[in-house]
């Protein structure tokens, strides 16, 4: 059974904190990991993308990958209130095109 | 453009009804997704069309019956669903042969059954 596992939070967070969420995955074949970000009542909206190991910044989100040790992680910098929202953690399988997702984090960020 | 688009918004139902999803993308994505979520839990895949052909089917029931009719629509027909199947139906879509593979999804479906 391949697994995907976050810290459920919530993640309470001051605005313009850093909130740092991770993500670790059981399948060590795993070669695409993505975050999505998910509001209540709506769809889940596709954040950041990661496939190689290091970081990758895009605005104010970094997602860092370490297929080594099995994580990867989000970290959104200078948080906003807009960003309270559930974020769910995906990996595809090695084969196939098959996402198998997180539990998800909820991340509340207090003005 | 990474639209996904999905009708209708909300649909209730009863258990003897019969009603069909509907899912549209022009991206000029050749895999296309039908996932079921509950309240407070991750989305669950239920089906996968490659190049308009069903290639995962994760056990579902057989009241739910999905069709693709070109590489852009992609249907789910419901037939005798049970008040448990009351959820948010989303659809998405993704290069079918890319190393990215990134799932872009519609705005769901919200379905009561009474």
């Known amino acids: 059974q391949k697994e995907v596992e976050q810290n459920s939070g919530p993640l309470s967070v001051p605005e313009g904190a850093i909130a740092s969420l991770n993500c670790t995955y059981s399948?060590?074949?795993?070669?695409?990991f993505f975050w999505y970000r998910q509001y209540s009542g709506k769809s889940p909206e596709l954040i950041m993308s990661?496939?190689?190991?290091g970081d990758k910044e895009d605005g104010r989100f970094t997602a860092q990958l370490n297929k080594a040790s099995q994580y990867v992680s989000l970290l959104i910098r200078d948080s906003q209130p807009s960003d309270s929202a559930t974020y769910l953690c995906a990996v595809r399988e090695a084969a196939g095109n098959k996402l198998t997702f997180g539990g998800g984090t909820r991340v509340l960020v207090k003005p | 453009d990474t639209e996904v688009t999905q009708t209708p918004k909300h649909l209730v139902m009863g258990m003897t009804n019969k009603k069909s999803l509907k899912c549209e993308q022009h991206m000029g994505h050749r895999a296309m997704y039908w996932y079921k979520q509950k309240a407070k839990k991750p989305p669950e895949l239920m089906f996968v069309?490659?190049?308009?052909?069903?290639?995962i089917n994760e056990s579902v029931p057989s009241r739910f019956s999905p069709e693709c009719p070109n590489s852009s629509l992609l249907n789910l027909h419901l037939h005798a669903l049970q008040p448990e199947d009351s959820a948010l139906y989303l659809c998405a879509s993704s290069q079918a042969v890319a190393r990215t593979y990134e799932q872009y999804f519609g705005p769901g479906t919200r379905l009561t059954v009474t």
């Open positions: 069309y490659s190049y308009e052909k069903l290639s």
């Open positions: 990661i496939y190689s190991n």
């Open positions: 399948d060590r074949v795993s070669q695409s």
